[in-house]
């Protein structure tokens, strides 16, 4: 499989297409995934979260499309994936593994060096609580840290992953006050989000 970057200049249209445009860009590269992808049928609305922050707004629509292909990364490494069937687990590893690679040199070549460090937390967070067989807490971490990436981290972010990372029992429910935090006005595109990965926030 060719690195990421060799053949995936293509553009992103806009955060709404962000699904659509990354589903095209690995459909015309030569890699052994290509053959694999299928047309999604889902809203980008993680993506569309991260675009919707302040510091996304000179890129919206890269913004969009690099954090959905981090996530359909993850969901290549531990749930069903929406843009891929790879129809082995080693294919669908290395496929999560290059979208993860994909998504986090995009948003290097957008000189966001901030934003690359949430993301790359958040891949390796999500793989220490499906190590610990705690995945109900990646959904309010997605939600946090993608927040975060559009809008920028804070303190009680760094807090609400540190409690993560020891399992605390606070855990969703600081993640979830951090995510609103970051997110702000675009409290819309937090709960839409929240809806498309079945995260039912705590009261």
Not at 41 to 49: I, Q, R, T
Not at 59 to 80: F, N, T
Not at 124 to 147: D, F, G, I, K, R
């Amino acid at each position: 499989m060719s690195a990421p970057g060799t053949s995936n200049e293509q553009r992103a249209t806009s955060p709404s297409a962000a699904l659509q445009d990354l589903a095209a860009m690995l459909r015309g590269e030569d890699t052994v995934i290509s053959p694999h992808v299928l047309d999604p049928d889902a809203e980008p609305a993680l993506g569309m979260l991260a675009a919707a922050g302040p510091r996304a707004a000179g890129s919206p629509a890269e913004y969009s499309l690099l954090v959905e292909s981090v996530r359909e990364g993850y969901l290549l490494h531990y749930a069903k994936p929406r843009l891929l069937e790879p129809g082995d687990r080693d294919l669908a590893l290395l496929a999560g593994d290059y979208l993860y690679a994909l998504g986090l040199e995009r948003l290097a070549k957008l000189g966001d060096a901030a934003a690359v460090a949430q993301l790359s937390d958040l891949i390796s967070l999500c793989a220490e609580l499906h190590a610990e067989e705690q995945a109900q807490l990646t959904a309010p971490l997605w939600l946090a840290c993608v927040s975060a990436v559009g809008s920028g981290g804070s303190k009680q972010l760094d807090r609400a992953k540190a409690a993560a990372r020891a399992l605390d029992t606070d855990a969703t429910k600081l993640l979830w006050e951090s995510a609103e935090l970051a997110a702000g006005a675009a409290s819309d595109e937090l709960a839409r989000a929240s809806e498309a990965i079945d995260f039912t926030p705590p009261r």
